[in-house]
């Protein structure tokens, strides 16, 4: 039932409808993407929808960030918040929807960003946000053994709830 929602919820991906509910075409293709490129990621799709719907998130997490690398697409960006919310990730979760809303908000329906920035806050309860002060610029910063930036940062980094 999580597949159908996922699939349905975001439906015109490539040009081509994968579920009977259309929503908003996705945006060009990137000027630099090949034809060959455009079928690589028309497969990595295909083959992240199909994992997903076998239940193997992960996976369908590296077909979609791949694809979405070749030719980004609002649909790959909220399907790949889908699988990281799927893996019980949930501040990358809330970072990719964060993303879909600042990429692509502006071509999306209202109820759509609603639907969006509704995610978002319910993610926000099941995280929490660490805020780093460095004195040393160019500094890396890494949380969890995973590198989030140089200083100074930005803002505050978004982390799953435990320790750290």
């Given at each position: 039932?999580?597949?159908?929602?996922?699939?349905?919820?975001?439906?015109?991906?490539?040009?081509?409808?994968?579920?009977?509910?259309?929503?908003?075409?996705?945006?060009?293709?990137?000027?630099?993407?090949?034809?060959?490129?455009?079928?690589?990621?028309?497969?990595?799709?295909?083959?992240?929808?199909?994992?997903?719907?076998?239940?193997?998130?992960?996976?369908?997490?590296?077909?979609?960030v791949k694809a979405n690398a070749v030719a980004?697409?609002?649909?790959?960006?909220?399907?790949?918040?889908?699988?990281?919310?799927?893996?019980?990730?949930?501040?990358?979760?809330?970072?990719?929807?964060?993303?879909?809303?600042?990429?692509?908000?502006?071509?999306?329906?209202?109820?759509?960003?609603?639907?969006?920035?509704?995610?978002?806050?319910?993610?926000?309860?099941?995280?929490?946000?660490?805020?780093?002060?460095?004195?040393?610029?160019?500094?890396?910063?890494?949380?969890?053994?995973?590198?989030?930036?140089?200083?100074?940062?930005?803002?505050?980094l978004r982390a799953n709830l435990g320790t750290?």
């Open positions: 039932m999580r597949a159908r929602s996922l699939v349905a919820a975001f439906a015109i991906v490539f040009g081509r409808v994968v579920a009977p509910t259309p929503v908003l075409a996705a945006p060009p293709a990137p000027t630099g993407a090949s034809p060959a490129d455009l079928a690589a990621a028309k497969k990595l799709f295909a083959t992240g929808l199909k994992l997903y719907n076998e239940g193997s998130f992960r996976e369908a997490l590296s077909a979609f980004p697409r609002a649909s790959l960006q909220r399907n790949i918040a889908q699988c990281h919310r799927d893996l019980k990730d949930f501040a990358s979760a809330y970072d990719a929807y964060q993303t879909l809303l600042a990429k692509y908000g502006a071509s999306m329906s209202a109820a759509d960003k609603r639907s969006i920035q509704h995610a978002i806050d319910e993610l926000a309860t099941l995280t929490g946000t660490i805020r780093i002060a460095v004195a040393e610029p160019g500094a890396t910063v890494a949380l969890d053994d995973q590198d989030v930036g140089t200083t100074p940062l930005t803002g505050p750290h």
